[in-house]
């Protein structure tokens, strides 16, 4: 069974502060797309990466792919308050019938 | 605005009772998704229509049924519905297959139900 694990489960920090979430498994992905889901919303893909070692910016945050297609994190510099929000990590399988593996997610309070 | 609409966006029900959940995709794109979420199970894929043919199940509940019609819209039907079935029910939706490669979804805001 693939897993994918998201740690911190829960993150409370203050407005300008950095920080950095995980999302770990055993298993190799072929991509790792991360989504932040808004209360009341549904999750919004925030990036794909696909290619070991990649890094991929937008505005302040950053997201890397690990060597080994196993893991990823995401990097938040100088957090606001618009960035709280549960931060979703989904695995894509690789070879036929390609499906989607989801973390539980790690819920981001920023605190102004 | 995903473009993918679900409604309605509540519905509350007793235990025993049956509901269909309705979304529309976004326009252009082929593919459903429908995933259930609850704070202890995190999001949980049930099942994957592509242009009106299953393609893809997870973790659906002999109880729960979904198709997608010929206009692409799909419906996710719960039937004898138990208290553990409260939470809620996500639509999302791509372009292509899906089964070679993993696009992005774009999802909806969801429909929350409640099993008195």
């Known amino acids: 069974t693939q897993l994918l694990k998201q740690s911190p489960q829960f993150l409370s920090i203050q407005e300008g502060e950095n920080l950095t979430v995980y999302c770990n498994s055993s298993?190799?992905?072929?991509?790792l797309q991360w989504y932040r889901q808004e209360p009341g919303e549904g999750p919004v893909l925030l990036v794909t990466v696909v290619t070991g070692g990649e890094v991929k910016k937008l505005k302040r945050l950053t997201f890397q792919f690990g060597d080994a297609r196993k893991d990823s994190s995401l990097h938040i510099t100088a957090a606001q308050t618009g960035d709280t929000g549960l931060y979703l990590c989904?695995?894509?399988?690789?070879?036929?019938?390609?499906?989607?593996?989801w973390g539980l997610g790690t819920s981001l309070a920023v605190n102004p | 605005d995903s473009g993918v609409t679900q409604t309605p966006k509540h519905l509350i029900t007793a235990t025993g009772q049956r509901v269909t959940l309705r979304c529309s995709p976004r326009s252009g794109d082929l593919s459903v998704y429908w995933y259930q979420q609850s704070l202890d199970q995190g999001l949980q894929f049930l099942i994957h229509?592509?242009?009106?043919?299953?393609?893809a199940k997870g973790n659906i509940l002999e109880r729960f049924s979904a198709q997608q019609f010929p206009d692409l819209h799909s419906e996710l039907n719960l039937s004898s519905l138990e208290l553990g079935d409260s939470a809620l029910y996500f639509c999302?939706?791509?372009?292509?297959?899906?089964?070679?490669?993993?696009?992005?979804?774009?999802f909806g805001d969801g429909t929350r139900l409640s099993i008195l």
């Open positions: 298993s190799v992905f072929s991509s």
């Open positions: 229509y592509y242009n009106g043919e299953e393609r």
């Open positions: 999302a939706s791509s372009v292509g297959t899906g089964l070679y490669s993993n696009q992005p979804q774009h």
């Open positions: 989904a695995g894509g399988t690789a070879g036929n019938n390609r499906k989607l593996i």
